[in-house]
Every structure is written in C-alpha cells, then in structure tokens.
C-alpha cells in the first residue's frame, strides 16, 4: 500500500495517511525499513504492509518511494 507521513513524534513513532483514502495507521521506527526514523519527515511518500494488533491496524515494514 501506498500513502505519506502525516505526522512524526519525538518518541519514535508517527502516523500515516493512506493514499486510498482510509484510517490513518500507526507506525513504530521499528518497523522501518531501509531509512532512519530521523530521516523521515511529514508529506514522505511511503509504501507499507497493514497488520493487525491488539490495538488496531498498524502500518509494518515501512519504506520511502
């Protein structure tokens, strides 16, 4: 899937508007792959994979496009 960085914390996570329009999703720095967390800033276009949590839909395995 497809979207942008919506918004970045200090605490290492932030959020994710998708390109289709639905729910923005969660996303940890863990899940990031190939880029820094520090890297990143609000409006990046990211490609990402949707996974359930106890919490919610997540964004996982991050990556810049």
């Known amino acids: 899937m497809n979207g942008s960085i919506k918004k970045l914390t200090d605490k290492g996570y932030g959020f994710i508007a998708q390109d289709d329009g639905g729910k923005d999703l969660f996303f940890h720095s ?27 839909l997540n964004a996982t395995n991050v990556t810049l496009v």
């Open 30 to 56: 863990n899940e990031l792959n190939g880029v820094a967390y520090d890297q990143l800033k609000e409006g990046d276009a990211v490609s990402f994979e949707v996974t359930e949590s106890p919490k919610g």
